[in-house]
């Protein structure tokens, strides 16, 4: 999954799970633990190159937390299924 800029270049931290937006992006990997360690760093601000302070309110993340939370849940789902002897295919 890569995080980047909105569609004008303006730093903000939005899922883009097939790397297509424009501008800067970063790379996490699509697990609960890393997206919470990357808030602890403040690894966001960094990787976009966004200065402390610039932002009012620093950048918030929100929308990735709970994109990365939804991942987890499915992927969750997926492998309880598969434990079970559940199959998607027919």
Partial sequence: MTVG??????????????GTAP???AHLHPTTECYELAVRRKAFGRALRVQ???????LDSTAVGEYVARASE?????????????????
């Avoid at 402390?52 to 620093?58: D, E, F, I, L």
């Fill in 5 to 18: 800029s909105d569609t004008r270049g303006h730093a903000v931290v939005v899922p883009d799970p097939l």
């Fill in 23 to 25: 501008g800067r992006g």
């Fill in 52 to 58: 402390a302070g610039s932002v009012p309110g620093g």
């Fill in 74 to 90: 499915q992927h969750e789902q997926v492998t309880e299924d598969r434990e079970e002897g559940w199959s998607s295919s027919s």
